[in-house]
């Protein structure tokens, strides 16, 4: 270990926190993150020149936002902190980085990887027009910009994620012209006893639907997405609602999301297993129950390995970081991460409960017109998955990407993989655990065309856990 570096990918609520527990054991790890500043996605910091307070941006999660930004802040000094930077494979013990046009190789003795999660989407006809956002990319234009997708906004979809958009775009003074919901209002009721798990989570969610109601936000339940309808710009949404009644819903933005997916890439160039997941109706990578992934050396925390939520998103963290401390030799006494697995359990429970009642709605894939796009990198529409299972014999995604190019552009699937997959299984007359999942590439994100022709050569630097920094440059 004297001359490879511990390595952290992200510094949202996961990444921070394991960060934290290295230090406290005298070790000095690497924290490479993709944006420019720490929080992660769900406590993203506001632009320097932005002067809006912690409750405005954060709402009921101010307090647990600005410690996590503090505890960041005293760890700094004792960190190498690599922010704007891209970690985009993993190859042989080492995590490859850019930052610019910049590329190097960092030797790792233990790689701790938060890379968080991004919105899950199903397509509809009309989800390409200008004017759609996902519930994320909605989320993220109020908090980082203050501003809003649109002036009559719709949100479409399912899970949390859905109500807490809604409140804060009323909050703020926009207007929220209709919050329409996949699921069926008797799922959640059918869900209470789990989400009883976390009773204040709970609470917050029963509070922000009395808020929009209270406040004359549109609210369905149960409705059946039919079309985002416009010319050259969003104009309206038009669904079916739980009486199969047509409900159009006038509009110049929607939000779209159906829950989380994680971001796995990462753990799949680290040759790391993966399993299909029957909670969240997605291919999750394997861990032990600290985080532990089936190649030595590689860790999963937060919703990068299952979509906890951010309070869990910490626990995970301290608990992977203990995991790879105990594995380099470091002693970690056994109550720490038996506490930490104790509190993660009612949060699992907890999730079980959200994906019960907000369901990933798997049977719209099948209804897709055939001219929908699924694939919007590469224009791969559902007839194009319908034939690639029919008529050329596609058994399962990968082969499906190969003969018709779906998940094959810049997002590598992160948009159209579980969607895609769900079209497939309903062409093929299969469950969507038998048509597997798409693997990952290198680079996971687009690098800029001048990376890699600045010098033939690549820098790999070493950092040991004292702090010191060595560097060479190989062929």
């Known amino acids: 270990m004297a001359d490879r570096a511990v390595v952290i990918v992200g510094a949202g609520p996961a990444g921070i926190r394991a960060a934290a527990r290295l230090v406290e054991a005298g070790l000095r790890p690497i924290v490479v993150d993709e944006a420019a500043d720490r929080g992660g996605q769900i406590y993203r910091r506001q632009p320097a020149n932005f002067g809006r307070a912690a409750r405005q941006l954060y709402g009921f999660e101010a307090a647990k936002a600005t410690a996590l930004h503090a505890a960041f802040d005293r760890l700094r000094p004792r960190i190498d902190y690599r922010p704007d930077t891209l970690a ?52 993220i234009a109020l908090k980082a910009q203050a501003c809003a997708i649109g002036a009559r906004t719709v949100l479409l979809g399912t899970g949390p994620l859905l109500l807490l958009v809604a409140y804060q775009y009323a909050k703020a003074g926009a207007k929220v012209a209709g919050v329409l919901d996949t699921s069926r209002f008797a799922r959640r009721i059918a869900a209470l006893p789990a989400l009883a798990a976390r009773p204040a989570m709970l609470a917050k969610g029963l509070y922000y639907s009395a808020w929009l109601a209270r406040h004359g936000v549109p609210m369905l339940s149960g409705v059946t997405p039919v079309a985002i309808e416009g010319n050259g710009r969003v104009a309206a949404v038009l669904v079916r609602d739980a009486r199969g009644r047509s409900r159009r819903f006038a509009c110049d933005a929607v939000g779209l999301g159906y829950g989380l997916r994680s971001e796995t890439q990462l753990a799949d160039l680290a040759r790391c297993d993966f399993a299909f997941d029957a909670v969240s109706k997605q291919y ?45 030799g470091h002693a970690v006494p056994e109550t720490e991460p038996a506490g930490l697995r104790n509190k993660l359990r009612a949060m699992q429970r907890f999730r079980a409960g959200l994906e019960h009642a907000f369901a990933w709605p798997a049977q719209l894939a099948a209804a897709l017109p055939d001219e929908t796009v699924v694939c919007r990198c590469e224009v791969i529409t559902a007839g194009d998955i319908r034939r690639a299972a029919t008529e050329l014999g596609a058994p399962e995604v990968n082969r499906a990407k190969a003969l018709v190019r779906v998940g094959m552009g ?11 997959a769900e079209v497939l299984a309903a062409a093929l007359g299969t469950d969507v655990e038998q048509v597997g999942r798409l693997r990952g590439q290198a680079p996971v994100k687009p690098l800029p065309v001048a990376t890699g022709s600045v010098t033939p050569e690549t820098v790999v630097s070493t950092t040991s856990a004292s702090g010191t920094v060595a560097s060479e440059t190989v062929p």
Do not use: K
Request: aromatic residues 6%; charged residues 15%; proline residues 5%.
């Open 88 to 139: 985009w494979n993993v190859y042989d013990g080492a995590v490859h980085l850019a930052s610019g046009t910049t590329t190097t190789a960092q030797d790792f003795a233990a790689l701790i990887i938060a890379a968080g999660a991004t919105d899950r989407i199903m397509p509809l006809p009309g989800w390409t027009l200008p004017g759609v956002y996902s519930l994320g990319g909605a989320q």
């Open 284 to 328: 999750l990578p394997v861990t032990d129950a600290d985080g532990r992934t089936s190649t030595p050396g590689v860790y999963l925390a937060g919703d990068g390995a299952r979509i906890l939520g951010a309070d869990a998103a910490e626990l995970a963290g301290r608990l992977a970081a203990c995991a790879a401390l105990r594995d380099l």
């Open 410 to 420: 810049r997002c590598q699937g992160r948009y159209c993989g579980l969607a895609g």
